[in-house]
């Protein structure tokens, strides 16, 4: 287990999931159905993307490294773009959009409904693409695995149990912002590995 990669999963795959689409959407599920039925179908949702994400990193890993660090760096870098912009906007959803067309369901549908509405959004979002990319640049399948999946389960948790208040203590642009800046060190790492 590479403690140092499930951490460094965890911590860029929860700043960059924290001011997501996602973390909305289950805020807003989470208004319609039960909040334990809504973080079951969004952690479901969540291990499906992160295992694909993980598959794709571990095939990525095969290439030759200079073309996977090289993508890497690039792929933090546009992170750290797209975060800073979205932040400079002050983006804000209100996460309607993608439960739209949820409807009134009862039980075990409310988890079908909230797993296919985030699974979804989910699909090429920021934090999938920063799994694939950590995978190939720390070689830890598992360990990213974990820091990655954990990080997404605790956003979603957060977005069920307090997701209003905790809009209210943290502005999103300053999210998007400390986000960008933890890409934009990974990417410029990346860089520094690749040409030393």
């Given at each position: 287990m590479d403690l140092v990669?499930?951490?460094?999963?965890?911590?860029?795959?929860?700043?960059?999931?924290?001011?997501?689409?996602?973390?909305?959407a289950t805020l807003?599920?989470?208004?319609r159905y039960r909040p334990l039925f809504v973080w079951i179908g969004v952690s479901l949702a969540f291990a499906v993307q992160t295992t694909v994400a993980v598959?794709?990193?571990?095939?990525?890993?095969?290439?030759?490294?200079?073309?996977?660090?090289?993508?890497?760096?690039?792929?933090?870098?546009?992170?750290?773009?797209?975060?800073?912009?979205?932040?400079?906007?002050?983006?804000?959803?209100?996460?309607?959009?993608?439960?739209?067309?949820?409807?009134?369901?009862?039980?075990l549908r409310q988890v079908l409904a909230c797993f296919l509405v985030i699974f979804a959004a989910e699909w090429g979002d920021l934090s999938q693409l920063l799994t694939i990319t950590l995978v190939t640049r720390y070689d830890a399948p598992v360990s990213v695995f974990i820091g990655a999946l954990l990080a997404l389960l605790v956003v979603s948790g957060l977005a069920v149990v307090v997701g209003r208040q905790l809009l209210r203590w943290l502005p999103l642009h300053a999210l998007h912002y400390a986000g960008a800046a933890v890409c934009l060190v990974l990417g410029l790492l990346t860089v520094y590995e690749l040409v030393a």
């Open positions: 990669a499930l951490a460094v999963a965890f911590g860029t795959v929860f700043l960059v999931e924290l001011p997501d689409k996602t973390l909305l807003v599920l989470a208004t598959l794709l990193g571990h095939a990525a890993s095969f290439l030759p490294d200079g073309l996977v660090r090289g993508v890497a760096a690039a792929m933090f870098l546009i992170g750290a773009v797209v975060l800073f912009r979205e932040g400079r906007s002050h983006h804000q959803s209100s996460g309607e959009e993608f439960v739209a067309n949820a409807r009134d369901v009862r039980g």
